[in-house]
């Protein structure tokens, strides 16, 4: 027996006097840096507070020490996800007491790489059936529904094989999704993301040069207070 359901999803969103950002992409995208680099731009005429997922609470650095590093295989991929969600029920009320006090909160990923990511740790996911990704996506979206949405969710947009050359590359990327197997999935992932919620999805060219992103970002960032 199938069913048809239809329903409406919105997110929570910001009413604070702060904001809060978030940049989004595939494995060596460049996030990392670029949060780097805008922390020390804005941090001159703002007050600036910078997080990632995993977060370094005790949950995040379970994830990062235990998951990501590959060392504890007993956990199931599929499973992994619900770790991240707790990682960031806890991070929630910290965000949201800086938001109320003005700061402008960075983020390196948060829910939206929950979506990317946990589509491709389903092991057989048919891509090609978008109404399978869709399932799947909405699921592990159905977690986060009453988090808070941020006001700017930004895209790092490089292709796979400049993703892969960056890893290649470079030493610190070491962790399980670190492959080009994994990035292949978690692109699609993305692209789910962006087709489906694309007034929710800022892209940008991550392959262009380290200042001409940042100074992108930071108009967009101008922009919100317009």
Known sequence: MKYHV???LDFKRNTYPGK???LEGIEASGKTTQV?????????TQVVFVTKN???NEI????????LS?????VPPVAYQYLFAADRVAQQVDLIERLKKGETIISDRYFWSSVAYGIADREGTNYTNWEEVSMTALHLLSTYHQFLLPDLSIYLDVSLDESLRRISGSAKHTEIYDNHKANIKI??????????FPKE??????EKPLDEITKEIVELIGNLNT
């Open 6 to 8: 239809v329903f409406d």
């Open 20 to 22: 809060f950002i978030v």
């Open 36 to 44: 780097k680099l805008l922390n020390e731009m804005l941090s001159k």
């Open 54 to 56: 995993p977060t370094d």
């Open 60 to 67: 995040g650095a379970y994830i990062r020490n235990e998951i």
């Open 70 to 74: 590959g060392k504890n295989k007993n």
């Open 187 to 196: 692109k699609k992932g993305y692209d789910w993301i962006r087709k489906t």
């Open 201 to 206: 999805i800022t892209v940008l060219n991550g």
